[in-house]
C-alpha cells in the first residue's frame, strides 16, 4: 500500500474495510505479500487495525511496512502481536544534531523505535541508510556498529536520480562501490539476492549489511513484480512513473464486483512498462 502527502480531503482517503477488500482482490490474483508504506504509514489512524484485518486475509504469507520509526516503540508490540512480520526502519544516522538537520526530528524516539521493534520479535528488521555525500556519508561505520549491537540489518541505500534536481543529485550522490570493496574484505559470508538486482548481503563477523544500487535498470524492471496502491485508491504499477495510475476506489464505491474489480487489477498489470530499459548491447555489467 503506497501512501503519499496529507490527503485533506477525507473523503478521497480509503477506509479499512477499502483497504482490506483490495487486498482480499490482490490475494485472489496471487498476490501474496503486502508491504505498508507511506508518506509515513504510523500516522494513519487505525493502522493496528489495518495490520490486523490484513494479516487475516487467507492466502496473504508475508506482511511488512517501512516507517520512519518515530511512533514505533508505543505501537511496535502491538503490531507485531497482530501480524505484522518485518519492519524497515529509516535511519539515515544516529547523529542527533545531524539527523534533525536531515529530517527534522529527533533521532532519540527512532532508536527507542528500533530497540522495541526488535523486542517485540520483528523478523528481520533492517534499518535504511540513503548514503549522501558530504552528509551522511562518514557515519556509516557507527551505523554497522549499531546493527551489530541490535541485531539488525543495515541496508546500505544508493541515492538515485529520481524525482529530485540534477544539482541535487551531483552534490549528494555517492557510489557504493567503496563500500562494498571494504565489506567484501571483512565479510565472512556473501549472499545474492537473485530478484532484487542480484543485490548483495555481507555476513560481518558481527553485523549484516545489504548494499542496494540504483534500481532504475533493466535487471531491476524485467523481475518487478510489484503492483503499488495510493492511499487514494489507485493502483500504480511502477513506483517511477506518475501518468499510468488505474482508479478502483471509485468503481468499489460504485458497487463494482469482486470480478470487475480484478479486471481493474488486469489492466493496471498491462499498463506495466519498463522503467529503465537496455538501449544498447552491453549496457549491464555481470561481475563477479
Not at 520509526?69 to 519492519?87: P, T, V
Not at 570493496?181 to 530478484?195: C, F, G, P, S
Not at 563477523?205 to 487514494?232: G, K, W, Y
Request: proline share 4%; charged share 30%; with cysteine.
Amino acid at each position: 500500500m503506497e501512501g503519499e502527502e496529507k490527503l485533506w480531503a477525507s473523503s478521497t482517503e480509503m477506509t479499512i474495510d477499502e483497504i482490506v477488500r483490495i487486498v482480499r482482490i490482490g490475494v485472489k490474483l496471487g498476490i501474496s505479500k503486502v508491504k505498508l508504506t507511506g508518506g509515513e504509514p504510523l500516522m494513519r489512524e487505525g493502522i493496528v487495525e489495518i495490520v490486523k484485518r490484513i494479516a487475516a486475509v487467507r492466502g496473504l504469507t508475508d506482511l511488512s511496512m517501512t516507517t520512519n520509526g518515530a511512533r514505533l516503540a508505543s505501537l511496535a508490540e502491538e503490531l507485531h502481536a497482530n501480524g505484522l512480520q518485518r519492519i524497515n526502519i529509516t535511519l539515515p544516522t544516529v547523529r542527533e544534531e545531524l539527523y534533525r538537520k536531515l529530517t527534522g526530528g529527533s533521532v532519540e524516539p527512532v532508536l527507542d523505535g528500533v530497540k522495541a521493534a526488535v523486542k517485540a520479535g520483528f523478523c528481520p528488521v533492517k534499518l535504511n541508510m540513503l548514503v549522501l555525500k558530504d552528509m551522511n556519508d562518514r557515519a556509516v561505520p557507527e551505523m554497522i556498529e549499531l546493527a551489530g549491537e541490535t541485531g539488525t540489518i543495515l541496508q546500505l541505500i544508493e541515492l538515485e536520480p529520481v524525482n529530485i534536481s540534477e544539482v541535487y543529485y551531483s552534490r549528494h550522490h555517492r557510489s557504493l562501490e567503496e563500500y562494498e570493496d571494504a565489506l567484501k574484505e571483512r565479510a565472512i559470508r556473501v549472499e545474492t539476492r537473485q530478484y532484487m538486482q542480484n543485490r548483495r548481503i555481507y555476513h560481518l563477523p558481527n553485523a549484516t549489511i545489504e548494499v542496494i544500487r540504483p534500481v532504475e535498470n533493466a535487471d531491476f524492471c524485467m523481475h518487478c513484480t510489484r503492483l503499488r496502491v495510493t492511499s487514494d485508491g489507485k493502483l500504480k504499477p511502477c513506483l517511477m512513473v506518475k501518468d499510468n495510475l488505474v482508479d478502483v476506489l471509485t468503481p468499489l464505491r460504485n458497487g463494482a464486483n469482486d470480478e470487475e474489480l480484478m479486471a481493474l487489477f488486469g489492466l493496471a498489470n498491462q499498463k506495466r512498462q519498463p522503467y529503465a530499459e537496455e538501449k544498447e548491447p552491453y549496457q549491464v555489467v555481470l561481475t563477479d
